[in-house]
């Protein structure tokens, strides 16, 4: 079944740690995104992607980067954690104008 | 710049009544799309319905409709016949050329 699926669910980390975020996708949308979210707020968007080897920062200023190498993969690396990171962290791709398909979401909490 | 406003922060509806959530969007576009996503607490974020803006049919999805005003610029949810595992965020959303705008949500809670 076509998903995107984000992993790890829950993840808590010591600052200072590097961690990367994995998203990846099955359905072979050329447009993937983050954003980030603290629980039952609004969305920011922090990166975007409209395909291979294109990558954008969003609206929300962030410390995290972002690679696209592979259509389906779209992951996101903070090279230092700090409690300031612990939020949610949503990932989504889209294709033409059928709307987002999310993922499930990473909850970061950094101690 | 596009902007999308949802000015109900929080809802409550009783089981089995009808509720309306509000979105407005200002734009210069005359073709884009429309969404309203929901989010249930700790849980996914899904599609409930997308309206397509030079169609002047209002989308409707089972329980859900929308009632688009384009000349308005409004865009509202109407959930019938509420059920509790409606109680969620709801989010609006704009979408012209891959680009994304959304609301700031709507917690809308069903009550037993």
């Known amino acids: 079944e076509a998903d995107i699926y984000q992993t790890p669910r829950y993840l808590v980390i010591g600052t200072g740690k590097k961690i990367t975020l994995e998203c990846s996708q099955t359905?072979?949308?050329?447009?993937m995104y983050w954003y980030q979210q603290d629980p039952g707020m609004e969305l920011h968007l922090i990166h975007y992607?409209?395909?291979?080897?294109?990558?954008e920062k969003g609206d929300l200023s962030s410390e995290s980067t972002v690679s696209r190498i592979r259509t389906e993969h779209f992951p996101l690396t903070l090279e230092s954690a700090r409690p300031s990171h612990t939020s949610q962290y949503l990932c989504?791709?889209?294709?033409?104008?059928?709307?987002?398909?999310f993922g499930s979401g990473t909850r970061l909490t950094v101690v | 710049a596009q902007t999308v406003t949802q000015s109900q922060p929080e809802m409550s509806v009783q089981e089995a009544e009808t509720v309306t959530l509000s979105c407005t969007y200002d734009?210069?576009?005359?073709?884009?799309?429309l969404f309203w996503y929901k989010q249930p607490p700790s849980r996914q974020m899904i599609l409930v319905i997308r309206?397509?803006?030079?169609?002047?049919q209002n989308a409707t999805e089972n329980r859900f409709s929308v009632n688009f005003q384009k000349a308005a610029k409004s865009f509202s949810l109407k959930i019938s016949d509420s059920q509790l595992g409606d109680t969620a965020m709801y989010f609006c959303?704009?979408?012209?050329?891959?680009?994304?705008?959304f609301g700031t949500g709507t917690r809308l809670k069903v009550l037993a």
């Open positions: 992607s409209y395909g291979v080897n294109s990558t």
């Open positions: 959303a704009f979408m012209k050329h891959g680009e994304y705008i």
């Open positions: 989504a791709s889209s294709e033409g104008g059928n709307g987002y398909t």
């Open positions: 359905m072979g949308h050329d447009k």
């Open positions: 309206q397509e803006a030079y169609k002047q």
């Open positions: 734009t210069s576009e005359n073709n884009y799309y």
